[in-house]
């Protein structure tokens, strides 16, 4: 372990009732907690239509130290908002300081939610080596308003480690920004050790594909189950398992019950990260038919259990899934294209080899890989 602390700031502390919220910046806390004296800081300021909480979170879970501060002020007009989460960010930076030592590094996650040029040019000013590491979909769709485009290309331009979780995210970044392509590094997400422990599938009497993920509009999960109802009327011994909560779920189960096929869908609800490695054993093929996706960490907990995938085209693991015996198809919204590569991977299936999927997988995207990504950027001076 070395002596270097770093405080990592997410957007809040991931919780099942806010669709776990601060997830993948809570888990590089802890990634990293081994080798550095990592602590987890955040201030979480939706607006109280979201958050129904005031005050500050002392205690994390899994061995994790750090502090969060809890205060719904979303909604505040954008000038003055700025200054209260600066504000809330110095207070929070001197308690951790004093708590647990001054930070050689602060590395922030969705950093244009987590900070601002306020924040930023303190850290600077205390001689602070900082670390971005963007996730927002909203940037890789350049959906972001004239301010947030302007601090993404404040922050390309300063003395910062600039990451982001994917290549296509990479581009955007660039195209938004007109930064030089070389300054911006990548470093995925990465899958915990519980699912390339589990027992690879194995094909039984029932053949299932599933989905896993928050049920949005922009998963398109219609889109799946339309062209299931389509792959059931071909083949008998068929299943689609759906993980997962949100505000669509009424929307699909209606549409399940009009297609008829309520016996050969399940809907399994929201699954707790640690429980999902067990929640999924036994499927056979993850299905994304999302419009955008900034990575996927789906896609690649399913292939470190040895499973197939198939994904629209375009996304940010084309390259890899293909490499990896999975299927990809052009038009999300074609229900019937994808119909026919479910039941052209389903044929397929006996060819394919697991432990190679597994194999590739664990090499690239396992905790110990990203771990010495995180090793090389940090002993960068």
């Not at 900082?130 to 979909?137: C, D, L, M, P, R």
């Amino acid at each position: 372990m070395t002596n270097k602390t770093i405080f990592v700031i997410g957007r809040s502390l991931p919780e099942t009732n806010t669709g776990m919220i601060g997830i993948f910046e809570y888990e590089h806390a802890k990634l990293i907690k081994d080798e550095y004296n990592s602590k987890y800081i955040f201030i979480d300021n939706r607006s109280i239509k979201s958050l129904r909480k005031i005050g500050i979170k002392k205690n994390m879970e899994s061995g994790v130290e750090g502090l969060g501060l809890y205060l719904p002020i979303g909604g505040l007009p954008k000038k003055l908002f700025k200054i209260f989460k600066y504000i809330q960010f110095r207070l929070v930076y001197l308690i951790c300081s004093r708590k647990f030592g001054m930070p050689d590094i602060v590395h922030f996650h969705y950093p244009l939610i987590t900070s601002n040029e306020f924040i930023i040019e303190y850290l600077l000013r205390k001689k602070v080596r900082i670390y971005i590491t963007e996730h927002w979909s909203k940037v890789l769709n350049n959906e972001l308003d004239k301010d947030q485009k302007r601090f993404l290309k404040y922050l390309t331009k300063k003395d910062i480690g600039f990451l982001c979780v994917g290549a296509k995210l990479k581009e955007s970044i660039v195209k938004i920004t007109g930064a030089n392509t070389k300054l911006i590094g990548i470093i995925p997400n990465f899958v915990d050790e519980a699912f390339f422990t589990k027992q690879l599938p194995s094909l039984e009497k029932t053949f299932n594909y599933y989905f896993s993920g928050r049920l949005t509009k922009n998963k398109n999960v219609t889109t799946l189950i339309k062209a299931f109802h389509l792959v059931s009327m071909q083949e008998s011994k068929v299943q689609l398992n759906i993980f997962g909560d949100g505000e669509e779920l009424s929307v699909l189960i209606n549409l399940v019950k009009e297609l008829n096929i309520l016996d050969k869908v399940t809907f399994h609800g929201f699954i707790k990260r640690e429980d999902m490695p067990k929640s999924i054993q036994g499927q056979h093929v993850y299905i994304s038919a999302s419009s955008f996706e900034t990575f996927g960490v789906p896609i690649i907990e399913s292939m470190a259990m040895g499973m197939r995938i198939i994904i629209p085209e375009g996304g940010p693991l084309d390259d890899f899934v293909l490499e990896n015996h999975g299927m990809t198809y052009k038009d999300v919204y074609n229900y019937e294209a994808l119909s026919q590569k479910m039941l052209c991977i389903k044929s397929n299936y006996k060819s394919l080899n697991s432990h190679n999927i597994r194999k590739n997988t664990l090499e690239q995207f396992s905790g110990k890989n990203i771990l010495k990504k995180y090793e090389d950027i940090y002993t960068i001076k």
